[in-house]
């Protein structure tokens, strides 16, 4: 009996002492950043917890692990889908993807209803070699459901250092749940393309996302198009799932008549507008869209449309109308924080509901060929006769 009393005194005092420890370190933080006294005691509870932790688990315990664990958590709790911590790792990874180069798979993937689903598996790359096809589901990456990470999060986690694998858990219509081992190689994906349509004036040019370099891309592809004495031009912002904003921007400067183009609004009601300065729209234009096509692209798509200077032909585009940060911390990891939302020309905010298109062509499963195309070069052509 004596042995346990004394067991209960040892962590009485451990408890008392990490109390203590705490409250010293909380009110030299206290001190330094000015806090009230409800903020003040939300960081003794903090460091209280953490001490706690330090002294009485029953294993020992990494620092830096619990201090990212409560960063991350502190960033899930919001409730936002593209509000996301990140190690070393998924921000390296993120660096990557915008400079326009990384280790991947070679998929475009959906993000509705819970699921995670391949839109399209790109020419010569690993997701091809594999056998993955458009409209697969993909359950677990490397054992792990995707049910229990954000969007970004699973991006994120099936790339990786080129030459790695990674095991994809997929539910493919009419089969059994199968396994794919895939080996990452690198994704290097120029974002636009463009050429002129068979038999037409028409130009083409489709934007896959919005990265660094796009804005050089869409205005070399642009260029060379106008030489060749195009009347109209097909923008092709299909499972486009956005990107850089200033990208998003400079290609809007190419396109959209004198006047703004996107505004971005903080909670503070502070607001930055970009304007484009063109005297008017240089030439008809389509815009293709469909659910898929998020934030940057729906940014475009609605300049476009508002200011009449584009027709926007698909389906409803996907809804996202937040604006984010990605802001580096000390250990290469960061944060990626919606700070924002953005408006269309006309004052619309699209955020969780998108753009309804102008003209609205669904894809059916068994058409030969892409209908939402031929109806976007109907369109220009009505315009040109």
Request: a negative charge; charged letters at 20%.
């Amino acid at each position: 009996m004596s042995y346990f009393i004394n067991k209960k005194r040892l962590a009485l005092i451990v408890i008392v002492t990490a109390v203590i420890s705490s409250l010293l370190t909380m009110a030299a933080w206290v001190a330094v950043l000015g806090l009230d006294t409800y903020k003040a005691a939300d960081l003794m509870r903090f460091f209280a917890t953490m001490r706690l932790v330090e002294a009485r688990y029953v294993d020992s315990v990494d620092d830096s692990k619990l201090m990212d664990g409560a960063i991350s958590g502190m960033v899930q709790s919001l409730g936002d889908p593209h509000s996301i911590y990140m190690n070393q790792d998924m921000f390296k990874q993120l660096m990557e993807h915008t400079e326009g180069a990384f280790g991947g798979i070679g998929i475009t993937m959906g993000f509705k209803d819970n699921k995670v689903s391949v839109i399209s598996v790109l020419e010569g790359t690993p997701g091809e070699a594999a056998g993955l096809l458009a409209g697969d589901e993909i359950l677990a990456v490397d054992g792990t459901p995707v049910t229990e990470w954000q969007p970004e999060e699973v991006v994120l986690h099936i790339r990786g250092e080129v030459g790695t694998e990674v095991v994809l858990t997929v539910h493919r219509e009419g089969q059994e749940n199968a396994d794919f081992t895939l080996t990452r190689g690198t994704i290097r994906v120029p974002s636009v393309k463009g050429m002129k349509l068979e038999g037409t004036e028409l130009g083409y040019i489709r934007i896959a996302s919005f990265a660094e370099m796009t804005g050089a891309e869409f205005k070399s592809e642009y260029e060379k198009l106008k030489q060749e004495g195009i009347q109209g031009l097909v923008i092709d912002l299909r499972q486009n799932p956005g990107g850089l904003i200033t990208s998003c921007v400079e290609v809007a400067r190419e396109l959209v008549p004198a006047g703004p183009i996107v505004s971005v609004v903080e909670r503070s009601g502070s607001k930055e507008e970009y304007d484009s300065e063109l005297e008017s729209a240089p030439l008809p234009i389509a815009v293709l869209m469909d659910n898929g096509s998020a934030s940057a692209s729906e940014i475009l798509a609605g300049a476009l449309q508002d200011t009449g200077a584009g027709t926007v032909v698909g389906t409803q585009s996907y809804g996202k109308g937040s604006v984010q940060i990605v802001v580096p911390l000390l250990h290469e990891d960061g944060i990626k924080l919606t700070i924002a939302k953005y408006y269309t020309p006309s004052g619309r905010s699209i955020d969780g509901t998108g753009i309804t298109p102008d003209v609205e062509v669904n894809l059916q499963p068994g058409d030969t060929n892409d209908v939402q195309l031929e109806k976007a070069k109907e369109v220009l052509q009505g315009k040109l006769n």
